[in-house]
């Protein structure tokens, strides 16, 4: 028989024997309060909240996040596992824009990102896992600090705070969590009054059908029953199959041909503004019609700033020191030209083609043309009307002539005594 397994075995293993280690709760600096509880009051279900939270993370997910090296001034992409986890598939269950969009939404939602990376007993990279757990404690043991995540099922998970990649937002009164989303909670109570004031009297516009008015002096006992008695006569289908109203003077009945709602334009703007300001949006992005100026401001005020606290938490927790120190780094820089005009692509792409700075491939890719590959697509071309910096004043001059007095340039003495050293650098950590 099969043996049964859930996502927390999945992802954390099979539970452990018990941890007899003493933790107590960490102290802070700045606050008393070592635990994050998830909470957001009912934003998720206002759907003002939802389509903002939305807008954001739907664009942040489209990252295509990196593993380079830098050295020697240069940019070396790193081909192997790690790439394959961060671009295509985190884990078994989970694509790369689902991995991020859970990122993203958390982000925003509680203020407070948590992703769980899983290794081999080698010390490979296997998996990186969301995580959404019910409460969150920060611990110390002998002066260290750990995170223990209490999840919706009563089952629990301890280790180094240093193991778990963590980003945040509006980190204010904590050391460690971002803070809570309290000051929006007033709104969402007015957004949720709103809602069901609306939802309620648009019940009440489709009940009522028209208005029945008596000539005649009448008690409300009376009236009740004269209304009675003609929706009977009138509009009930039994008694009155052919749809024809007749009346004498003591009526005169007025159908209601408009069923629209009426909307109070104020409060319903009032409401959506709060919400867009506070999570960072506007309604043309949230509605996708904004222009690639917007689209560039919002990228550069609100997706930028998380992609660089992602790059630093993952690099931070899936290398050493030393790699880091090798030059190792995972960069999630997103595509600024994705929403340009192209016009805008255009002068781009000739732009940076007549300085040498593109390669055919990276041209064509960002014009939404499929690339070459191979050593052609590589290749970089440059416009003649360019000319070397090195070169300009004998450009000028017109002096062809080497100058044989000029000085051999300076080399490291490291590299000619030892030529070997630094190739290790270009090994993939």
Known sequence: MAERRGLFETVFGKPKAQDNKSYTAY????????????????????????????????RAACVQPKHIRRADGKIIDITGGINYLL????????TAFKFYYKIATDYKLYNNSFVFPVWATNGKLEALYNVNASKVNLLDYHGEMYVQFTFYGGKTYTFPYTEVIHIGSMYGNNDIFGSDNLAILPVLDTANTFNQSMSKFAELVAIVRGILEVNASTKDEDL?????????????MENNGAGVIVTDQKYKYTPIQDK???????????????IYDYFGTNEKIVQNKANSEEEDSF???EIRPFLQQLEQAFTSCLFTSKEIGYGNEIVAEGDKLQHAKLSDKLNAVKYLSDIGALEIDQALTTLGFPPIGGEEGKRRVQTLNVV?????????????????????????????NN???????????
């Open 87 to 94: 671009r295509t598939k985190p884990n078994p269950y989970s």
């Open 299 to 301: 990228y550069e005020g």
């Open 260 to 274: 629209q709602t009426p909307i109070p334009e104020g409060q319903l703007t009032y409401i959506k503004n709060e």
């Open 224 to 236: 009740n029953a004269k209304r009675d008695k003609f929706i009977k006569d009138n509009l009930k």
């Open 27 to 58: 102290q802070l600096l700045s606050s008393y309060q070592s635990s994050f509880v998830p909470f957001s009051g009912n934003a998720w279900d206002v759907g003002t909240v939802r389509a903002a939270i939305h807008s954001f993370a739907r």
């Open 388 to 416: 070397n910096a090195n070169l300009a004043d004998k450009y000028q001059l017109g002096d062809d002539e080497d100058d044989e007095d000029d000085e051999p340039e300076d080399k490291d003495p490291s590299e000619e």
């Open 419 to 429: 030529p070997d050293e630094g190739k290790e650098e270009e090994e993939d950590v």
